[in-house]
């Protein structure tokens, strides 16, 4: 009499199948997203490069107006600053209603918090309201670039999520065209028409104390302090805090 | 946690009713055969019999109470202060130690105790028949399952067949000498045995209140009619008989435990289906009474929801979050991770690298190998460009 082979059940066969199927369909997958990154970067890489040239380009224009300007004996009157990086200087106690509701608005509420503010009459007159509580300016580019790539947190459903991957920026902004850190920082930097969303997007920074100290926190940044506008003079302090 | 209607059958499923085989009372396998009667199919709920039989067990109480004028039968009156004495009454008079003793309270000696014991506590609990027929059925279903009856702690297993039927012979012994030898030819002796050895003097003080003794308890002989049978088993120490219309949760399951052993006569576990009736018909004898349903027909949910047809119907889960690291790193002072957030980065770091040594008029510190190395590279391309062109 023959011996009878061995037979395998027949619900392990059907689960062997099965997964053949799932791990051929899951090593399509990865080629196909691996393909889709490395087009995603070479697409970052050329915006990158395109910015740097922008900005190059945007330095060197203000720079020949201003010769062309002084050339001729006229004035070069430049663009009234759009963007201003504000620290919230002083701390929670015995805080005027008035003032405290404006930095809540700002979305500082707690000290050394910073935050990118687009510069309008509105907000002008916001800014004059709190004047005393805080030290701002406006931020050059390598301070808007550092502050988000080192202190750049991003609110994904209410949840404060550091920037670690340009999947995060593009999830939450894909939508209005801002992909990767690079077009954050360009969309903040340039007050572009989705400023709005790319800065609600950001988290309040938070910053340390500055090395080197504070002036005086209680006198007005003219008066030989830190609180109030302190226009060019803001990056050297955020230097300092970043 | 335990699932209403735990399934032990190897089937899977929860309506197959094997034969169950009638033994004589000499364990020899008779040609009857009878289909499980389906209480035995009934959900095994070790909550609901565990509560039931708590209830149930507080019936049989017989009250106590401390005496009603106990601590009372004193005219004790406080002495008031002012004769540096505490102000607890004291008893009158004089004559006597007991004179000027503090009375009444449950703090003096002789005094009425804190809240006497009354005999108007609620003793016996009501429970709702559909309960107390609902935890039988679940106890007798359990004595069904081997398993179940062994962890009871059961010797079991030389036990021919679970459920254990004999055939109506054992109805009719008179002696327990018939009995014993019963028990023993179909390895039920075992059990008795460990019930043997079990006996032990209880601990407490009901040792002098003529419950000395405690031990284990044996199986149940469950019968039709009695011909003699109660009789003839109930001075085999463990052993006890129960009426197949007037089964007893407390015996069933001792303790509110589940799994007794349980010895059935053919005639009664004829009738089981009669008295609690199946899953396509109702009860005979219990008027509007239908065996207790499961919460789950198929219990086992892991092997449901793996189940090939399940994992079909339903759609796949969400693809899972962002994987993003926890700890945030400084892309500024590391370059993989800035090059990872900016691709172009690593162009401008080089720009400023080479920008800088220009500057300061320094080489690579590796340029000399480097020369060489892209010379050597060269030259290979072009002998395989040549090469390639050549055989064109």
Redesign the interface.
């Known amino acids: 009499r023959a011996k009878k082979l061995p037979q395998v059940p027949e619900s392990i066969l059907?689960r062997r199948k099965l997964r053949a199927e799932q791990k051929a369909k899951v090593t399509q997958n990865r080629v196909k997203l691996a393909n889709k990154a490395k087009e995603k970067?070479?697409k970052?890489?050329k915006r990158?490069?395109k910015y740097?040239a922008e900005h190059r380009q945007r330095v060197r224009q203000q720079l020949s107006l201003r010769r062309e300007a002084s050339k001729t004996g006229n004035f070069y009157v430049p663009d009234e600053p759009k963007l201003a990086f504000v620290i919230r200087i002083r701390g929670i106690n015995q805080m005027h209603p008035k003032p405290r509701k404006v930095l809540q608005l700002f979305r500082l509420r707690q000290i050394n918090n910073g935050a990118f503010i687009k510069l309008n009459k509105a907000t002008l007159q916001m800014l004059r309201i709190v004047d005393p509580y805080v030290a701002w300016g406006y931020p050059s580019l390598k301070s808007v670039h550092?502050l988000i790539?080192?202190r750049g947190?991003a609110k994904v459903n209410g949840q404060r999520?550091?920037?670690?991957?340009?999947?995060?920026v593009e999830?939450e902004l894909g939508k209005e065209d801002i992909i990767?850190?690079?077009d954050l920082v360009h969309e903040i930097f340039t007050v572009g028409g989705n400023f709005k969303k790319a800065n609600n997007f950001l988290w309040p920074f938070k910053l340390s104390n500055p090395n080197g100290g504070w002036s005086k926190k209680l006198n007005h940044f003219v008066e030989g302090g830190d609180f109030g506008n302190r226009e060019g003079k803001i990056n050297a302090l955020l230097a300092k805090m970043i | 946690m335990f699932c209403d209607g735990i399934v032990i059958c190897p089937s899977g499923n929860m309506a197959a009713r094997p034969l169950v085989t009638v033994y004589s009372d000499k364990n020899e396998a008779t040609q009857t055969q009878i289909k499980l009667p389906a209480v035995f199919r009934a959900p095994i709920r070790p909550d609901v019999v565990s509560f039931i039989h708590d209830q149930v067990s507080k019936n049989k109480r017989q009250p106590y109470a401390v005496s009603t004028e106990a601590g009372h039968q004193t005219s004790a009156e406080s002495w008031g202060t002012g004769r540096a004495v505490a102000r607890i009454p004291r008893v009158r008079g004089g004559g006597t130690h007991r004179s000027g003793q503090g009375a009444f309270g449950n703090m003096c000696r002789g005094g009425r105790m804190f809240a006497p014991t009354k005999t108007f506590r609620r003793w016996h609990r009501r429970v709702n028949v559909a309960q107390k027929r609902y935890a039988v059925c679940s106890a007798i279903a359990a004595s069904g399952v081997p398993a179940l009856v062994q962890a009871r702690g059961h010797v079991v297993d030389k036990v021919a067949e679970i459920p254990f039927v004999v055939s109506d012979k054992i109805e009719s012994f008179r002696k327990t000498k018939e009995a014993v030898s019963f028990l023993r030819r179909s390895n039920l002796w075992d059990d008795i045995e460990k019930v043997y050895n079990s006996k032990k003097i209880r601990a407490g003080v009901g040792k002098s209140r003529n419950r000395r003794f405690k031990q284990k308890l044996g199986p149940v002989i469950v019968y039709g009619k009695d011909s003699g049978v109660i009789r003839a088993f109930r001075n085999i120490p463990g052993v006890s008989l129960l009426h197949v219309e007037r089964l007893n949760l407390l015996k069933l399951a001792p303790g509110g435990h589940l799994g007794r052993l349980i010895v059935w006569t053919e005639s009664a576990f004829n009738k089981l289906d009669a008295i609690f009736g199946t899953y396509k018909s109702a009860s005979e004898l219990k008027k509007g009474f239908t065996l207790p349903r499961p919460k789950m027909t198929n219990p086992d949910f892991g092997r449901a929801i793996r189940s090939e047809e399940i994992v079909k119907a339903v759609r796949r889960a969400p693809r899972a979050a962002l994987k993003t690291s926890k700890v945030h790193r400084n892309p500024l002072k590391k370059t993989k991770l800035m090059v990872r957030l900016n691709p172009y980065a690593s162009v401008l770091k080089r720009a400023a690298i080479l920008s800088q040594r220009k500057a300061q008029n320094v080489d690579h510190p590796n340029e000399k190998l480097i020369l060489a190395a892209n010379a050597k590279a060269n030259v290979a391309r072009k002998a395989k460009y040549a090469k390639k062109t050549g055989k064109k």
Do not use: G, H, R
Not at chain 1, 161 to 168: G, K, R
């Open positions: 059907k970067k070479q970052i890489f990158a490069e740097v550092d790539y080192k947190y999520i550091p920037l670690t991957n340009n999947d995060i999830t990767c850190m690079e």
